[in-house]
């Protein structure tokens, strides 16, 4: 089974710094998806970014990107030029390709942006 | 525009009643899941369907049941509440391999 791993439960960044949110996952499949959502106070879950394991490039959308490290197992979001509506509950989350199509996520990381 | 919708937003219940959770969406997607959200334990998946007819166990699906009688709909029944079961409650749809989209959610509590 699948398992994804949030080791910092929160974290606090100032307004308009970089802030780098850990994820790590263990898995044997060779093919795979990985995600970012996002969920701020309203409770709305929102897809950040995703990242198709075959692919070596990693993923950006504007001041979110990834690092991705298949070797090592650890798939950490970086956002750039943080805004207050940046603070959120943030999770990080393991697909199987070709497979259940079901979502295995991390306990989460609250990110709050300080002005 | 296509959407995700879950009603009620809030419910409050008493033990051993059932309870009916609805799920509705218009993106015409054959897969659909429900997810609970505990504190400490982010989401996790409690049954799911690739479409009509078809219904699976997650991870936590003991006391709960779905049917799929067309693709808008994945109701969710508590057949009997139980605290342990107070938590928000999430739908979602996708499509194979692609992005889940969720409903606003639903806070059940269960005195």
């Known amino acids: 089974a699948q398992t994804v791993t949030q080791s910092q439960p929160e974290m606090s960044v100032q307004e308009a710094e970089t802030v780098t949110l850990s994820c790590t996952y263990d898995?044997?499949?060779?093919?795979?998806?990985l995600f970012w959502y996002k969920q701020p106070p309203s409770r709305q879950m929102i897809l950040v970014i995703r990242?198709?394991?075959?692919?070596?490039q990693n993923a950006t959308e504007n001041r979110f990107s990834v690092n991705f490290q298949k070797a090592a197992k650890s798939f950490s979001l970086k956002i750039s030029d943080s805004q207050l509506g940046d603070t959120a509950m943030y999770f990080c989350?393991?697909?199987?390709?070709?497979?259940?199509?079901?979502?295995?996520f991390g306990k989460g990381t609250k990110l709050t942006v300080n002005p | 525009d296509a959407e995700i919708t879950q009603s009620p937003r809030h419910k409050i219940t008493e033990t051993g009643r059932q309870v009916t959770l609805a799920c509705h969406q218009t993106?015409?997607?054959?897969?659909m899941f429900w997810y609970r959200q505990d504190l400490g334990h982010g989401l996790r998946l409690i049954h799911y369907?690739?479409?009509?007819?078809?219904?699976n166990k997650g991870e936590v699906s003991d006391g709960y049941s779905v049917s799929r009688s067309n693709t808008e709909d994945l109701p969710l029944t508590l057949e009997s509440a139980a605290s342990s079961q107070t938590s928000v409650y999430f739908c979602?749809?996708?499509?194979?391999?692609?992005?889940?989209?969720f409903g606003p959610g639903t806070r059940l509590t269960v005195t």
């Open positions: 990242q198709e394991a075959y692919k070596q």
């Open positions: 989350a393991f697909m199987k390709q070709g497979g259940s199509e079901k979502l295995v």
């Open positions: 979602a749809s996708s499509v194979e391999g692609g992005k889940q989209y």
């Open positions: 369907s690739y479409g009509v007819q078809d219904t």
């Open positions: 898995t044997s499949e060779s093919n795979y998806y």
């Open positions: 993106w015409n997607h054959n897969n």
